[in-house]
Structure formats: structure tokens, C-alpha cells
């Protein structure tokens, strides 16, 4: 089966519409896909009708920022969930609207680096999102010629301990498990090996996560080499976690990886859609 659980639409921070990333995915050869958009689940309605066109299954899905410990964020992919429920929709709007206030704050910190306009400019390339982002502020520093490209603004700009990083309470591990329980789901830790953490303190948390219900784990991930599959393999083995496929996909020329492009799972590993379809 090939399985893409993971990807973004123009919903959140994608570049390109909801059906689009579907056709893509299937002429791509994905037989399994799920789109989870950052903290809202306004896309799957279209997902999921461009999905029965094209006659591949697909999974309503999410991806919910969460806060953990001091600074640190991670994030969660919700799978099987049901974008009506209550407490799931009402949980992402909160997160949505708190997003709103970060962008202000980060245009403020980019203001005082020397880069004003920030705020209209990211407004204007997140015109068709339900939420604003940092690659919405990417995007737009890309286009004032600030940085070649996506990642290089990432690097000098906007990532953790740079001139327009502002620290952002998000939702709690706690809520982001229950509003993807109630709602029918399954929980996956997004891409373990892309958060700026120390490999102890990724064990804490993944070993957190099991103790408080969570599935799954993001094993073969988008441009991840084959060793660093393995590792996480192991560690989805020694936690006793379901293993998922992601290529994390943003848009063409902006992304680790496109559709359906993701490394084998492991032998011996329980991949998180065999009770989802
Ligand atoms: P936010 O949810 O607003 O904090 O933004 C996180 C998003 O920024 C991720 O989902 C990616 O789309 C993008 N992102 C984060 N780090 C990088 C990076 N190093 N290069 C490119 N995009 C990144
Ligand atoms: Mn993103
Ligand atoms: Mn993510
Ligand atoms: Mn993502």
C-alpha cells in the first residue's frame, strides 16, 4: 500500500488547493492518503470528494500544534477524525486565533530586525488560508528578495533563537490527544527527528505521549535517509508505537519531498493505517 499521511494544502501553509494535492497524489501512485493541514480541517470536505474522482482512499486528517515544556514545540497528526466534533473544532479555532496575535508579534520582531511590511505581506500570500504561518512570512521575504529561498529565511529569520522567532503558547499535549480521541482518531507524532531537540529529550517526549494514549509515530518520512528511518524505527519499536508515512508536502519546489515520495516503512513495524481502512 502506499500510504501518504501527511500533507498541506493551500488551507494552511500548501501552496496549492485541497483537490489539486489530491490529483497530485494520485498521479503520484498514493493509494492511501490523508491531508493535514495545520491546525484546522476546513479541506478535507474537497479532499475527500476529489479522492472519490480519482479513486484513491482517503483519511480526514489534521496536523495540531502543541507546546510542550518551556519553549518547545511539536506537532500532532490527527488521523481517522471526525472534523465535526465539537471539541476538535472548537480546540482549533482557538489555536487559529492565536496565531493571529503571534503573526503581529513576529512582524513586530522583523520590524525591529529591519524588515517592516511583514503583517500585510504574509497576509497577502495567506489571503486563501484559515490560519498565518511562519512560511507565509517566508514566502513574502523570499518575494522582498531578503533570502533566496524558503529554507535560508528559516534559518536566518525565523527559526528558534533568530530575529523574528517570538516564543507561542500553543495547545497542550493533553488537549491535542483528547480533542483527536473524542473525535474518533488516532494520534501520530509528526516527523520525530525535525524538532530542535536533544535525543534525550525526544525519548521524554515520545515516551510521554504513549503513557498519555498516543498511536503512532512519523517513521518513513520525506527525504529522510534510510538510517535515520531506522532509528526511528527502533524507537517506534522500543515505545511501542504504530509506524506512519509522511512526505510532509507543501508545494511544488518548497518541499522535503512531493507526494508519495517517502522511504519504505521497516519490516516488523504496525503501520498506523491497518485499522484505519
Ligand atoms: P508555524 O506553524 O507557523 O510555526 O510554521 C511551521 C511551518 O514552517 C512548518 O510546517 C513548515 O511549513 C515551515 N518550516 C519550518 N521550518 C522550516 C524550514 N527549516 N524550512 C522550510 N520550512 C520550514
Ligand atoms: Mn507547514
Ligand atoms: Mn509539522
Ligand atoms: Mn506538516
Redesign the pocket.
Known amino acids: 500500500m502506499r500510504a501518504d499521511l501527511h500533507c498541506?494544502s493551500n488551507i494552511?501553509?500548501?501552496l496549492l488547493p485541497p483537490a489539486e494535492v489530491v490529483r497530485r497524489a494520485a498521479a503520484n501512485g498514493v493509494e492511501l492518503l490523508a491531508l493535514t493541514d495545520?491546525?484546522d480541517v476546513s479541506g478535507l470536505a474537497e479532499a475527500r470528494a476529489a479522492a472519490e474522482d480519482c479513486g484513491i482512499a482517503f483519511l480526514d486528517g489534521v496536523?495540531i500544534?502543541i507546546s510542550w515544556g518551556e519553549d518547545t514545540?511539536f506537532?500532532i497528526v490527527g488521523l481517522g477524525i471526525d472534523p465535526r466534533h465539537r471539541a476538535l473544532v472548537d480546540g482549533l479555532a482557538a489555536i487559529r486565533s492565536g496565531?493571529d496575535g503571534?503573526a503581529v508579534r513576529i512582524a513586530e520582531a522583523l520590524r525591529e530586525a529591519g524588515i517592516p511590511g511583514a503583517l500585510a505581506g504574509a497576509s497577502r500570500h495567506a489571503e486563501k488560508s484559515t490560519?498565518?504561518?511562519?512560511?507565509?512570512?517566508?514566502r513574502y521575504l523570499v518575494e522582498q528578495g531578503i533570502a533566496p529561498d524558503?529554507?535560508t529565511?528559516?534559518?536566518h529569520y525565523?527559526?528558534k533563537g533568530k530575529p523574528g522567532y517570538v516564543p507561542?503558547h500553543w495547545a497542550t499535549l493533553e488537549e491535542a490527544l483528547a480533542w483527536i480521541h473524542g473525535s474518533g482518531g488516532v494520534a501520530v507524532i509528526a516527523h520525530p527527528a525535525?524538532y530542535r531537540v536533544s535525543r534525550d529529550e525526544l525519548r521524554r517526549f515520545i515516551a510521554e505521549f504513549k503513557e498519555r494514549g498516543g498511536e503512532a509515530m512519523e517513521v518513513a518520512c520525506g527525504a529522510h535517509s534510510m538510517d535515520l528511518v531506522h532509528e526511528l524505527a527502533s524507537l517506534a519499536r522500543h515505545f511501542g508505537l504504530m509506524a506512519s508515512s509522511a512526505s510532509?508536502f507543501?508545494g511544488p519546489g518548497?518541499s522535503?519531498a512531493d507526494l508519495g515520495v517517502v522511504p519504505p516503512l521497516p519490516e516488523g513495524l504496525v503501520p498506523v493505517w491497518r485499522d484505519l481502512i
Open positions: 498541506h494552511s501553509d500548501g495545520h491546525d496536523e500544534s514545540s506537532h496565531r503571534r490560519i498565518i504561518g511562519r512560511a507565509h512570512f517566508a524558503v529554507k529565511v528559516f534559518d525565523l527559526a507561542h525535525r510532509d507543501h518548497e522535503y
